[in-house]
């Protein structure tokens, strides 16, 4: 059967080839269109089309290698405008047909065909975000199908070589190429930031190698071992690379696998898969929010579900951001502004932060939780596993500490009278007294001392976030009468 469907897939290409030529075409580097055999048949003669079908018997006859043959046949024909004129797909990475590609499409559709229908599924979330990123890059759109082959479109995806995410970046490639990679965050598993550093890291190995078959080599098995390859057999050819075997099982079939993937991910229904349920695409609001916040704390100022958050950022691993610094993150479209309301009201008691505990000798969950006034069975939601008894000497815990209310001194520059001052709500230009901040202070609860809303601090200081420090000066409108 696979040199039955090779059979019909090369009359294809072959008729598609002559189409190219009456019409003046060179091959090129235009992307390859997929044509229909009915419509690559249009307008040869009886005794053309039986000359090309022997032609194509002859060469299935001779073909010598399952995986790879020393035969093939490069698909190329109309231009990508008349082919989407004419309703045909088409492609901007070169696609080849040989035996190894065949091998690959039957698998799909038999084998593998219940995980396809899932990738099938989720290219749809984050497909168009991949290729609006490639496009930015310069860089083929159709490379989205090297996530497709990688990963089947999981962010959460983990290899046995321990590489992670939608492009299966190993962590020194990933921190190669931009990615934050500790124990809160792993980058690798952010849709938009892995696929940045994917293009980019294709680019370099395209830049290197001069071919998309080398460049998804490489990308698969190292661009050390293709150099080796490409030196020890003098070419730079991916098929005769393959078929002498001077590349790994796996590298030799990640390129027909590739062209496999997206020959069906163009036409699922051309090779039986029908009725798809796409995702939606990814779409969101992006926030900043201090060092060690928790995940669910942004989750209620959003007004959202705290697994609509953790969807959106999950390369967040601790359900808190990393301490020490201010960090992007993403939340549902349209709660943007929402959130940035809200947080700068949420009292301090009620803001989870988060610290980061290196166990020493002698430690115990019980000392540990006196430490940082917390109950063990706090530390033990937020570290699952941890086991009292097998603490490590340099384990990472991380403790949960609700934020204590602070203590307020009054303000220096306010001098009170028998009738208390009432601070209203008004716009800038009326009288004010200035306050400076002490250790401990926020935003919330300067605003609640002097019964105005965090929000109209923040827009009479013009303060883009509720963050403050000590010794800075908060301006506050009053009405004295």
Request: charged share 20%; net charge positive; proline share 6%.
């Amino acid at each position: 059967m696979r040199r039955a469907g090779r059979l019909a897939l090369m009359i294809v290409a072959v008729a598609v080839l002559a189409m190219g030529c009456a019409t003046g075409r060179s091959g090129g580097a235009d992307p390859e269109p997929a044509v229909s055999g009915v419509e690559a048949g249009a307008g040869l003669g009886e005794d053309s089309l039986s000359l090309i079908i022997a032609e194509v018997e002859e060469s299935a006859d001779s073909a010598t290698g399952l995986e790879v043959e020393a035969e093939m046949l490069e698909v190329s024909g109309a231009s990508r405008p008349d082919a989407a004129r004419r309703g045909i797909p088409t492609w901007d990475i070169p696609i080849t047909m040989n035996d190894a590609v065949e091998s690959w499409l039957e698998y799909f559709q038999r084998d593998g065909r219940e995980n396809f229908e899932v990738y099938l599924q989720r290219a749809g979330r984050y497909e168009p975000m991949m290729r609006a990123i490639l496009q930015d890059a310069g860089l083929p759109e159709d490379l989205v199908y090297m996530s497709l082959i990688e990963s089947g479109f999981s962010p959460r995806a983990y290899s046995r070589a321990r590489a992670v995410g939608l492009w299966q970046f190993i962590a020194s490639t990933g921190r190669l190429y931009g990615l934050q990679i500790s124990y809160w965050v792993d980058e690798r598993r952010d849709p938009i930031l892995a696929t940045k550093a994917a293009a980019a890291h294709l680019k370099d190995l395209y830049t290197e190698f001069g071919s998309w078959y080398l460049a998804a080599a490489a990308y698969n098995g190292g661009a050390n071992r293709v150099r080796r390859s490409v030196r020890r057999a003098g070419t730079d050819d991916f098929w005769t690379l393959a078929r002498r075997r001077h590349l790994r099982r796996e590298t030799r079939n990640y390129v027909p696998k590739l062209i496999a993937a997206a020959l069906i991910a163009k036409q699922p229904a051309h090779y039986g898969f029908f009725n798809i349920e796409t995702a939606v695409p990814m779409a969101y609001d992006v926030v900043q929010v201090p060092d060690a916040t928790s995940l669910d704390v942004i989750a209620n100022a959003a007004e959202v579900p705290v697994a609509q958050v953790m969807e959106l950022n999950p390369q967040i691993l601790r359900g808190v951001t990393p301490p020490g610094q201010r960090y992007s993150l993403r939340v549902p479209p349209g709660t943007g502004h929402r959130f940035a309301l809200n947080y700068a009201g949420i009292p301090s008691s009620e803001r989870v932060t988060w610290v980061q505990h290196v166990v020493r000798r002698g430690d115990t969950l019980s000392q540990i939780a006196r430490l940082y006034g917390v109950s063990v069975s706090a530390i033990r939601a937020a570290n699952p596993g941890v086991r009292a008894r097998q603490l490590r000497i340099g384990q990472h815990l991380v403790i949960p500490r609700a934020g204590r209310l602070p203590r307020y001194t009054s303000a220096p520059t306010v001098r009170r009278s028998t009738t208390p001052v009432r601070v209203t709500a008004r716009p800038p230009g009326g009288p004010y007294i200035t306050y400076r901040v002490q250790a401990g202070d926020s935003l919330w609860a300067i605003a609640k001392r002097y019964d105005v809303t965090a929000r109209d601090l923040m827009v009479w200081n013009g303060l883009a976030t509720s963050r403050i420090y000590p010794g800075d000066e908060v301006r506050i409108y009053v009405d004295l009468n």
